[in-house]
């Protein structure tokens, strides 16, 4: 059975040679069935580096998602994805709280996301404030045409699906939340940047009536038996350049039960 690194370097070097940089879920599919990889949805999906083949990492490419079954590798893996930036000491906390029966019960995104809202670490991290009640918006799906720019690189994408784990509102305030287990690298930035573009888009158009957006990212690691939440605080400089993402603030919580 191949693996999901199998399937995409097959597909870069078929782009390669035709020079056309575009391919669509077909093709997945097809490489898939060649390489006995029986999830095509998965393939395109490379969220670390860490997880690319190694022909992209020595051609300086990553995927990006077009909407409508389209994708294409991008030259300047470094416009597409950030690397995390180190937590000092001074942010680094003990947080002493009071097991639930249901906070290690799973590790999805979106229990980290409730772990890190129930024991009010995004509200110390992102308020200053345990007590602040921002409103909450679950998770879900949308989808919208937008054209933005990657580096130098314009980019249209048409009908293009996008999840967004979380949304929190505080004194017009709009945050964006993306929940990941483990302590990656890096990360690509467009789980970040198409829900970012999207607020903005809304704020644009006037649907939207916000005073900032920002994103945040959740990373939780388990350490003999113990949560690990590191959280960074972004948002972009240019709303129409996906690789203007600065950091904010970051911080890091060592959970302790009482």
């Known amino acids: 059975m191949g693996t999901k690194q199998d399937v995409?370097?097959?597909?870069?070097?078929?782009?390669?040679?035709?020079?056309?940089?575009?391919f669509n879920n077909e093709m997945v599919k097809s490489i898939c069935k060649k390489f006995d990889f029986a999830n095509p949805?998965?393939?395109?999906?490379?969220?670390?580096?860490?997880?690319?083949?190694?022909v992209l990492t020595e051609e300086d490419y990553f995927i990006l998602h077009l909407g409508n079954g389209m994708h294409k590798f991008v030259k300047g893996i470094k416009n597409g994805f950030h690397i995390f930036e180190e937590v000092k000491k001074d942010k680094i906390f003990d947080w002493?709280?009071?097991?639930?029966?249901?906070?290690?019960?799973?590790?999805s995104e979106s229990n980290i996301l409730s772990v890190a809202s129930n024991q009010r670490i995004i509200h110390d991290f992102l308020y200053e404030d345990i007590v602040a009640s921002p409103k909450v918006y679950n998770a879900r799906r949308t989808k919208m045409n937008m054209s933005y720019n990657v580096g130098r690189k314009k980019i249209e994408a048409v009908n293009l699906q996008m999840e967004i784990d979380l949304t929190m509102e505080l004194h017009g305030v709009v945050t964006i939340f993306e929940g990941k287990n483990g302590f990656p690298k890096d990360f690509t930035i467009y789980q970040l940047f198409h829900p970012f573009k999207y607020y903005s888009m809304l704020k644009k158009e006037n649907k939207l009536k916000v005073e900032m957006i920002t994103c945040c990212y959740i990373m939780r690691k388990m350490d003999k038996g113990s949560s690990i939440l590191r959280l960074y605080n972004y948002t972009f400089e240019d709303e129409n350049n996906m690789s203007s993402i600065k950091l904010l603030k970051n911080a890091q919580y060592n959970l302790i039960k009482r």
Do not use: H, M, Q, W
């Open 8 to 22: 995409i370097a097959e597909i870069f070097e078929i782009c390669k040679k035709k020079g056309d940089f575009v």
């Open 41 to 54: 949805f998965d393939a395109t999906k490379l969220d670390d580096t860490s997880k690319f083949p190694k």
């Open 96 to 107: 002493k709280y009071r097991k639930s029966i249901l906070n290690e019960l799973d590790t």
